[in-house]
């Protein structure tokens, strides 16, 4: 599966983006879907999961409560809404597909396709 990832840019401490990407190739209804990311000089981790139906979703601690993932599973894309965003959010931002296992992962190496990046700078 081909995933192509935009939505990023530059925004101000408190302001809201929304990432997309989407998926070519294979039938995207299969595949759990996730957001990670990369900030400069740290790992890749996780960020937003979810489930191939779309009714469960995962977040990492740092990011609850401000950001959501959703799917149309119609237009093959995966959405991250992402509010009140700060510095420490400033990464390039990965969409991710996972074909097999049960549901959504928080590994990086559970997923098989990875999109390009969208890079996100959160400055004032």
Do not use: H
């Not at 296992?101 to 999109?115: E, I, K, P």
């Amino acid at each position: 599966v081909q995933l192509q990832a935009s939505g990023g840019g530059l925004v101000q401490p408190g302001d809201s983006l929304r990432l997309s990407c989407t998926a070519s190739g294979r039938t995207f209804s299969s595949d759990v879907m996730a957001w990670f990311r990369q900030g400069p000089g740290k790992e890749r981790e996780f960020v937003a999961g979810i489930s191939r139906s779309g009714y469960t979703t995962d977040y990492a601690d740092s990011v609850k409560g401000r950001f959501t993932i959703s799917r149309d599973n119609a237009k093959n894309t995966v959405y991250l809404q992402m509010n009140s965003l700060k510095p420490d959010d400033t990464a390039d931002y990965f969409c991710a597909a996972r074909s097999g296992g049960v549901g959504v992962s928080q590994s990086v190496a559970r997923y098989d396709n990875w999109g390009q990046g969208t890079q996100v700078t959160v400055s004032s």
